[in-house]
């Protein structure tokens, strides 16, 4: 799950990375802006998951005078479409440098991966694209720093409070789960170093242990499945499709797409599937408003097709439904099926061949 | 065969657990019917003594150790206590150690993975279905009864689509030497390279089918770490950018990972991609 830039920062904070002094303003609740605590000169910051957002108009310069303006013009507008929630009122920092951090998960090493640039801000993609410009280590998830040599290797002439604010954001990637943990830009002022800006990603594996209830990332539809354990994903196609395995799932929405369908769906039931949790699976795609015909396609390893079989039934819904079942228990789910006439066929090539039939 | 035969002694990490009750009746159901040791001990802490479907369970490995001849572990545990299992195994000695669990933290499978690379373990997995040699072995939850002994190697990402394949190996009368599911996770012990290796070397297998997904880059490495004659198929050409298709590693990110780039890269190669699950035994006949 994305965290919005004041979460980070608060994250960041508890791990010792200085941020810019900031007071946090809903659009929905009242706040006491002290001014006289208020720095002279502020940045107005829209809390929008949204990239480039300084360049789309989320970032805007403000002092005593035009702070409340500023809020209030930036609360009225969409950043690349997205309304403005709240808002981060933050000190202007007096910056001299702008560096880049980012840390990461490289899948082929099995590694945390830290990409560095001597040249940070919003034209990092720009500079990403000169030859060496950003500058990447990877080291053993075993430890718990990075070795002092990496650190001077990846961070180069930057001042030694880059690399221990480096360090930091390290134990924040491993301490807070993160899928990424990054500063962009990480500056640096006469004073100190700070993280003018923050984004962190949280493992959606470890959401419980982080002390996060609720997944924001995802849609009502799509966190009412979750609580039952299915992974789902909403589409914009007419047929519905329930799997079991994500493979054999995102298999089936391919098959959709090569006879010329399209998938309102994506949901896999996941292993040791039981006739309730079928049932609910059913009514759940079924409440799709775009769906007209479901297809099911279940390969039983860890799932007993005969569960899947009175949950199918159970469901009740108008839609029709063009089953395919194989694996455990087959015969009994097969005995369970036939006689409420739903339309069984033996491969996924006919059921799905079927499905875009029944959809046309 | 690979990563073990008849002989290998399997333990079951988790055995007291619904899961892993279940799988040890259909593995031993397995060992019983081509004749191997099949599942030789169960581990859950604190529940050491009991038996179950007539396998000794003990309170820790070293002890499971201590009594038995082990070859893999498989590990059936909630995600939360499943890295601890992986590093368990590894620091008693086994050698293949086979992780089920789905949903682990991505922090402690990569440091679970890298404590038993530096121990001498392979770890398969997490988030898989396991492997299966027919006639030899079962470590996992696959569906027996659709294999047949033969000669093609299949290694995937996924659980159920390669059932899926195996059934229409099975069908068409191709056999398999061993079918190995990796895990849809982003941090995997084996990778597709390392199981490529091993089929390598193993004189049974003369072709593989290399089954993958959405994300990450580990099919093209794997074609291309290998002499082997490969059909692929890559599941996912439907799938929209950023969003996860069930596994968590099956997502397509920052314009990187998706299935037809992955495709183009694979012909590229000269490794033959089939357009459905369904065409892989006519193509995989081209090739022996």
């Known amino acids: 799950m994305k965290l919005l830039e004041y979460e980070a920062k608060q994250l ?22 002290h001014m006289d605590t208020l720095p002279e000169k502020v940045v107005v910051k829209a809390q929008v998951d949204v990239g480039g957002r300084g360049k789309a108009g989320g970032v805007l310069m403000a002092d005593h005078e035009t702070v409340m303006e500023t809020a209030r013009r930036l609360f009225d507008t969409r950043i690349r479409g997205v309304p403005v929630d709240r808002i981060l009122i933050e000190e202007r920092l007096d910056i001299r440098h702008e560096y880049f951090v980012s840390i990461t998960i490289d899948r082929a090493k099995k590694q945390p991966v830290i990409l560095f640039a001597e040249t940070g801000g919003v034209d990092i993609e720009e500079t990403a694209r000169t030859e060496g410009a950003i500058r990447s280590v990877s080291f053993s998830p075993l430890l718990s720093d990075i070795p002092g040599f990496l650190l001077r290797e990846l961070c180069g002439n930057a001042p030694a409070d880059i690399q221990k604010t480096v360090n930091r954001l390290y134990h924040v990637f491993c301490r807070k789960d993160a899928l990424l943990a990054e500063i962009n830009p990480l500056v640096t002022t006469p004073a100190r170093v700070y993280a003018a800006d923050a984004k962190l990603i ?22 009412e499945a979750e609580k039952h354990g299915f992974s789902f994903v909403e589409l914009d196609g007419s047929i519905g499709v329930i799997g079991n395995g994500a493979g054999l799932t995102m298999a089936t929405l391919d098959l959709i797409e090569t006879y010329g369908g399209k998938a309102a769906d994506f949901l896999d039931v996941g292993g040791g599937a039981e006739q309730e949790r079928v049932k609910i699976a059913v009514q759940l795609v079924a409440g799709v408003p775009s769906v007209k015909v479901i297809v099911v396609n279940l390969l ?35 005995a369970i099926l036939a006689p409420k006439g739903y339309l069984m066929l033996d491969t996924m090539e006919l059921a799905v061949k079927a499905a875009v039939e029944a959809a046309q | 065969m690979i990563y073990g035969d008849k002989k290998t002694g399997v333990l079951v990490q988790g055995a007291t657990g619904k899961q892993g009750a279940f799988h040890i009746s259909l593995m031993q159901e397995y060992a019983k019917s081509v004749g191997g040791r099949g599942v030789v001990a169960g581990v859950t802490p604190g529940k050491g003594g009991q038996e179950v479907h007539g396998v000794p369970v003990y309170n820790t490995v070293k002890e499971a150790m201590r009594d038995h001849d082990i070859g893999a572990a498989v590990i ?14 590894a620091d008693a000695g086994i050698p293949t150690i086979v992780c ?33 040699s027919p006639g030899e072995v079962k470590m996992g939850i696959m569906p027996a009864k659709l294999f047949k002994e033969g000669n093609v190697g299949v290694v995937s990402r996924s659980g159920t689509l390669t059932y ?55 099919e093209e490495e794997g074609a291309a770490s290998t002499d082997l004659p490969i059909v692929s198929y890559i599941a996912g050409i439907s799938a929209p950018p950023d969003k996860r298709m069930g596994h968590a590693g ?22 033959p991609v089939a357009a459905k699950p369904s065409d892989i035994p006519r193509m995989i006949r081209e090739l022996i």
């Open chain 1, 12 to 33: 960041f904070a508890e791990e010792g990375i200085p941020v810019p002094k900031g007071t946090l303003i809903s659009r929905h609740k009242e706040t006491l802006l």
């Open chain 1, 202 to 223: 949280i493992d959606d594996n470890s959401l419980g242990r982080q002390g996060i209830i609720v997944n924001r990332d995802l849609t009502e539809r799509e966190r």
């Open chain 1, 300 to 334: 039983g390893g860890i799932t007993k097709c005969d569960e899947v079989a009175k949950g199918i039934v159970a469901a009740g819904i108008h839609q029709k439904v063009i089953v395919r079942l194989a694996g455990t228990n087959e015969a009994e789910g097969r």
């Open chain 2, 76 to 89: 059936f545990v909630p995600a939360g206590a499943a890295g601890d299992a992986i590093m368990e195994e």
């Open chain 2, 100 to 132: 089920i669990t789905e949903h682990i933290p991505v922090h402690d499978a990569m440091m679970a993975i890298a404590f038993a690379q530096m121990e001498g373990a392979g770890v398969i997995g997490p988030n898989c279905p396991g492997l299966l």
């Open chain 2, 164 to 218: 899926e394949v195996v059934d229409e190996l099975t069908r068409a009368g191709i056999g398999q030497s061993t079918v190995v599911g990796i895990g849809g996770d982003p941090v995997i012990g084996q990778t597709f390279t390392d199981v490529l290796a091993r089929f390598e070397e193993d004189q049974q297998t003369k072709a593989v089918v290399l089954i993958g997904e959405v994300g990450g880059n580990l």
């Open chain 2, 250 to 271: 099956a997502i397509v990110e920052g314009g990187e990972g998706d299935a037809r780039s992955k495709i183009a890269r694979l012909k590229k190669r000269g490794v």
